[in-house]
């Protein structure tokens, strides 16, 4: 049972343009939703998150989108540049009193092209 | 401050054979989560321990198992491996709060090959 899907394996953008990545949840539960980027040979490091009582979360050049209804959350990444290049997981989180775990999508690979 | 530190970061081993994996979550948090990584299938949540107590657990054979220790520390066990276990490891740490979003800091990873 997916509870995060990413359904774009790879996506590749040329230098400068926009990326989108995207996000689809089954469980209404979740209270934050979380993007996290890998580089071969590293962990995950957080990048942004939004509360599920908001629509947008803005952070420099980077800007998350949550539509409930739609149980949908996008990443934009403008302008996008070479160094952008990385392994992007979405991630859900559900409560933090007894407990509480984070699901990951299975990630999707952004190339940006220079 | 230091970060999330995993020992061994590669280790190789034959079917049947068992492992330990060690976890050093940042100072202060109490909370370490362990995730298996393949390709394709993204992060596989494993367990989650606070203080000790094993809170939430993925759906994994009994096979894995982990433990936390009094100072946070945590380690997860694989036994009777099988080749389907080669996988990144990967031990993230966090401080559950008041404004807890279930941000997560990540170890660079234990790389296991089954052979």
């Known amino acids: 049972d997916q509870q995060v899907k990413q359904n774009s394996p790879s996506l590749s953008v040329q230098e400068g343009r926009i990326s989108i990545l995207n996000c689809d949840y089954t469980?209404?539960?979740?209270?934050?939703f979380l993007w996290y980027k890998k580089y071969p040979a590293e962990g995950p490091t957080f990048l942004i998150s939004?509360?599920?009582?908001?629509d947008k979360n803005e952070d420099g050049r980077f800007t998350v989108f949550l539509n409930k209804s739609a149980k949908h959350l996008s990443l934009h990444i403008v302008p996008s540049q070479p160094g952008d290049s990385a392994v992007y997981f979405c991630a859900a989180s559900a409560g933090s009193t007894g407990g509480f775990k984070t699901i990951f999508g299975a990630g999707t690979r952004l190339f940006v092209k220079a | 401050k230091a970060g999330v530190t995993q020992t061994p970061r590669y280790l190789i081993k034959t079917r049947g054979q068992q492992v330990t994996l060690s976890c050093s979550p940042i100072?202060?948090?109490?909370?370490v989560s362990w995730y298996q990584q393949t390709p394709g299938q993204g992060l596989q949540f494993l367990f989650e321990?606070?203080?000790?107590?094993?809170?939430n657990k993925g759906n994994f054979p009994g096979r894995f198992s982990g433990r936390q220790f009094s100072n946070s520390r945590s380690e997860m066990n694989v036994s009777t491996l099988e080749l389907g276990d080669s996988a990144l490891y990967l031990c993230?740490?966090?401080?559950?709060?008041?404004?807890?979003?279930?941000?997560?800091?990540f170890g660079e990873g234990s790389r296991l090959t089954v052979l």
């Open positions: 993230a740490s966090s401080s559950p709060g008041i404004l807890d979003t279930g941000e997560l800091f």
């Open positions: 939004i509360s599920s009582i908001k």
């Open positions: 469980n209404s539960m979740f209270d934050y």
């Open positions: 321990y606070f203080s000790e107590t094993q809170r």
């Open positions: 100072s202060g948090h109490r909370s």
